[in-house]
């Protein structure tokens, strides 16, 4: 005998743990497009570095681990320019969340500062 679907619509509510993750893919992707300075020094390495050149930063290397703080506090040492990546409020958010970030890789980034040292400036004279 074949079975038959019941086809009604079951309207309940989805568990506290379903709407969590929710919340962490959506903190995690707007941290990934945001430009989290966590994810632009371990993903574009030689992109920030050219960056905090170009920026004029009076930093002479990033360390690898916490990367995305130094990232961010580089990016604030420096003159005053103008644009979308000087705003202070933003980047000291973004230093935040960078050093949550830069605590869950630790391990990764440890390892990393181990094998391959800061991330040099590139001064292009």
């Known amino acids: 005998m074949a079975r038959q ?9 989805e568990p506290k743990w379903m709407t969590r ?7 995690c992707l707007a941290a990934a497009v945001s430009g989290c300075g966590t994810i632009k020094t371990l993903t574009d390495e ?7 050149a170009r920026w004029k930063s009076n930093c002479q290397t990033i360390p690898r681990a916490y ?8 990016n604030l040492n ?9 705003a202070a ?24 500062q181990y094998e391959q040292g800061d991330i040099q400036i590139r001064r292009r004279q």
């Open 89 to 112: 409020p933003p980047i000291v958010l973004d230093m935040a969340v960078s050093g949550i970030a830069d605590t869950i890789l630790l391990p990764y980034t440890g390892y990393l």
């Open 67 to 74: 990367s995305g703080a130094a990232y961010q506090f580089c």
């Open 78 to 86: 420096g003159p005053a320019r103008s644009g979308p990546h000087w």
């Open 46 to 52: 030689e992109g920030a570095s050219d960056n905090l």
């Open 21 to 27: 993750m929710k919340l962490w893919i959506a903190v």
């Open 5 to 13: 679907w019941d086809c009604k619509l079951s309207f309940m509510p």
